[in-house]
T-cell receptor, first 114, second 113 residues
Framework: AQSVSQHNHHVILSEAASLELGCNYS??????LFWYVQYPGQHLQLLLK??????LVKGIKGFEAEFIKSKFSFNLRKPSVQWSDTAEYFC????????????FGKGTTLSVSS | GAGVSQSPRYKVAKRGQDVALRCDPI?????LFWYQQALGQGPEFLTY????????KSGLPSDRFFAERPEGSVSTLKIQRTQQEDSAVYLC???????????FGSGTRLTVV
């Protein structure tokens, strides 16, 4: 069965610090990978996604993620965080064949102090 | 509509009461998913429809949970004889095709008292 592991439960940073959130997945086939963000009181929003091609994916708001197939990882990065990045971040994976569902990690809470 | 619409936004139910949660997906989206998100947790998969066919219901926690999508568009998640452990946000998502990105609704926050 597929699974997603997010290493950090809660990350606390000061503004302008660099961010890296870890994500590893377990799945026995080709996958599509996603990072979602959930701001306080809001619904899940897609940050970025990887289907194929360049393993370095750029998303909205200056976020990027790198797919490393050999490590089954899809870590999220941002060079300089802002207070407005305070949110919960979820890594998710789906097999690319029909009939499979998106599976989420447990999430990482990011708190950015100004 | 432009997004996935869920109603009601909030629901308070007395223990033992039946509830029905509605999801209006994006028009034309073939795939529809229900998730349960407990406080401080990631969304947990409940069930998946492709058009009107329920292809996977392996995530439904008990036989008190039932979902349907009779005409391949609107879906309803029904919970019978609600229990306190059913308190969570129930999320609906739709996708134009399997394996692609999902669009999530705002969710229904269910509180069982």
């Amino acid at each position: 069965a597929q699974s997603v592991s997010q290493h950090n439960h809660h990350v606390i940073l000061s503004e302008a610090a660099s961010l890296e959130l870890g994500c590893n997945y377990s799945y026995g086939g080709t996958v599509n990978l996603f990072w979602y963000v959930q701001y306080p009181g809001q619904h899940l929003q897609l940050l970025l996604k990887y289907f194929s091609g360049d393993p370095l994916v750029k998303g909205i708001k200056g976020f990027e993620a790198e797919f490393i197939k050999s490590k089954f990882s899809f870590n999220l990065r941002k060079p300089s965080v802002q207070w407005s990045d305070t949110a919960e971040y979820f890594c998710a994976v789906i097999g690319n064949q029909a009939g499979t569902a998106l599976i989420f990690g447990k999430g990482t809470t990011l708190s950015v102090s100004s | 509509g432009a997004g996935v619409s869920q109603s009601p936004r909030y629901k308070v139910a007395k223990r033992g009461q039946d509830v029905a949660l509605r999801c209006d997906p994006i028009s034309g989206h073939v795939s529809l998913f229900w998730y349960q998100q407990a406080l401080g947790q990631g969304p947990e998969f409940l069930t998946y429809f492709q058009n009107e066919a329920q292809l996977d219901k392996s995530g439904l926690p008990s036989d008190r949970f039932f979902a349907e999508r009779p005409e391949g568009s609107v879906s309803t998640l029904k919970i019978q004889r609600t229990q306190q452990e059913d308190s969570a946000v129930y999320l609906c998502a739709s996708s134009p095709s399997p394996g692609r990105g999902y669009t999530f609704g705002s969710g229904t926050r269910l509180t069982v008292v």
